[in-house]
């Protein structure tokens, strides 16, 4: 990654430090989503593969809450010109996928944290196959949710068209990495989810390749 890169990054970070719209927005639907489930449940006991699921739930509809601004936010306020102008497709899409890869895994890290301490049935056996499990997990909720963001910006119904987008992309993702956290918290090895671990990996891979080749495209539309 080059400099240019990582100035956009920082730029993004100081500018939502100022305004704090995504993090107060996965703040709050957090808190609210993870509410609504524990009064839902009430005293009732939930099995593990529900528990998954609904981890998967939060962190999904909470990406949707907070990720769409990638590009939004410079087409409203005027600056994709500017980025047009400064550096090349490749270099805007890493620093903003920069942005977006910090900004899932800190709201993911503590979604798992509340989840391990409100929900008795969410116990990791195998934390080495949770963690790697969330890593790819993450990666390929930022890469999909920064593409398509950038294919949503110059779009009038942007807050409608993000979810509708989204969901059928990232679909496959969600209940190959559900299986994952259901395998970890029965803890079982590496081997009995290598074909799980396989297609989350290919997704990544095919997700980031296909980004960054058609993000010159969408950029310069």
Not at 45 to 64: D, P, R, Y
Not at 73 to 101: C, D, M, Q, V, Y
Not at 153 to 173: D, H, M, N, Q, R
């Amino acid at each position: 990654m080059n400099t240019k890169a990582y100035a956009l990054y920082k730029k993004d970070l100081y500018s939502e430090l100022r305004t704090r719209y995504a993090i107060n927005a996965l703040v709050m639907f957090i808190i609210v989503a993870i509410s609504v489930i524990l009064f839902s449940i009430g005293n009732e006991k939930i099995s593990q593969n529900l528990t998954s699921g609904l981890f998967w739930v939060v962190i999904f509809f909470s990406a949707m809450s907070g990720l769409a601004r990638a590009f939004v936010s410079e087409e409203e306020r005027g600056t994709s010109l500017t980025l047009h102008l400064i550096a090349a497709p490749s270099t805007i899409f890493s620093g903003k996928l920069l942005f977006n890869l910090i900004l899932v895994f800190c709201m993911n890290i503590i979604i798992a944290i509340l989840y391990a301490a409100l929900f008795d049935s969410f116990v990791i056996n195998n934390f080495a196959l949770f963690v790697v499990s969330f890593i790819l997990g993450n990666i390929g909720i930022a890469a999909s949710s920064t593409i398509i963001a950038a294919i949503i910006s110059k779009a009038g119904a942007k807050g409608t068209l993000y979810p509708v987008l989204s969901f059928p992309i990232l679909l496959p993702l969600i209940l190959t990495v559900v299986q994952l956290t259901l395998l970890s918290n029965q803890g079982a090895n590496f081997g009995d989810a290598k074909f799980e671990l396989a297609i989350v990996f290919c997704y990544d891979v095919i997700m980031l390749t296909g980004s960054y080749l058609l993000f010159d495209f969408v950029w310069k539309d």
